[in-house]
């Protein structure tokens, strides 16, 4: 089981900039990838960018792109969600995950609150 504890979010005016760091634990040795995923209230989960470890790294959300930034500090292992021209849209919770095979995403941190006000 892999734990992960998120930190970074809060309340930003929109255009401004946030990162949320996300700091993994326990059994890792079978870790294949980490992201973030985000929840708007009444909307369902999606995967908003997305590393493997130790190779490449995307950003699945279009209007994430070109704003948004993820990276992995593998000596801490901790991955990081650099947030640029942060719109209101973009307010969400946002959960860091670790996807590892053949279970897939299975596990979360407690998720992130992230408000960006107009």
């Known amino acids: 089981q892999v734990q992960l504890v998120e930190s970074g979010g809060g309340l930003v005016q929109a255009g401004g900039s946030l990162r949320l760091s996300c700091a993994a634990s326990?059994?890792?040795?079978?870790?294949?990838?980490m992201g973030w995923h985000r929840q708007a209230p009444g909307k369902q989960r999606e995967l908003v960018a997305s590393?493997?470890?130790?190779?490449?790294?995307?950003i699945h959300l279009n209007s994430a792109k070109g704003r948004f930034t993820i990276s992995r500090d593998n000596a801490k292992n901790t991955v990081y969600l650099q947030m640029n021209a942060l719109k209101s849209e973009d307010t969400a919770v946002y959960y860091c995950?670790?996807?590892?095979?053949?279970?897939?995403?299975?596990?979360w941190g407690q998720g992130t609150q992230v408000t960006v006000s107009s």
């Open positions: 326990g059994n890792i040795i079978g870790l294949y990838a």
């Open positions: 590393i493997i470890i130790g190779g490449d790294t995307t």
């Open positions: 995950s670790a996807f590892v095979p053949p279970t897939g995403w299975g596990s």
